[in-house]
């Protein structure tokens, strides 16, 4: 069992910066895929960028490239979001998933952080 906790959500102005932690239990941490996924009301949930589970660079839905930077920190159990120029369009609940036998199949989640921003 993997637990995830999500937690940087807030209000934040149009062109405006959030980092978004989640901290996740369990010893096999660093063999897990990481991903983070977002949900505007109304809206199905999106992806929005994930690290496999052999590492490498994150990889990212199209709508965040070159704004949101994905990292993972094996030693606290830790992955985040850094996200830079904000838009009205990125707000949304924000959750993390955590994988372990598939890079797509995600098997646990957070109970996720909400980001708004404003214009």
């Known amino acids: 069992q993997v637990q995830l906790v999500e937690s940087g959500g807030g209000l934040v102005q149009t062109g405006g910066s959030l980092r978004l932690s989640c901290a996740a239990s369990?010893?096999?941490?660093?063999?897990?895929?990481m991903g983070w996924f977002r949900q505007a009301p109304g809206k199905e949930r999106q992806f929005v960028a994930a690290i496999r589970r052999s590492g490498g660079s994150p990889y990212y839905a199209d709508s965040v490239k070159g704004r949101f930077t994905m990292s993972k920190d094996n030693a606290k159990n830790t992955v985040y979001l850094q996200m830079n120029s904000l838009k009205p369009d990125d707000t949304a609940v924000y959750y993390c998933?955590?994988?372990?036998?598939?890079?797509?199949?995600?098997?646990?989640w957070g109970q996720g952080t909400q980001v708004t921003v404003s214009s």
């Open positions: 369990g010893r096999t941490f660093s063999t897990y895929a």
């Open positions: 998933a955590a994988a372990h036998a598939s890079d797509y199949q995600y098997d646990y």
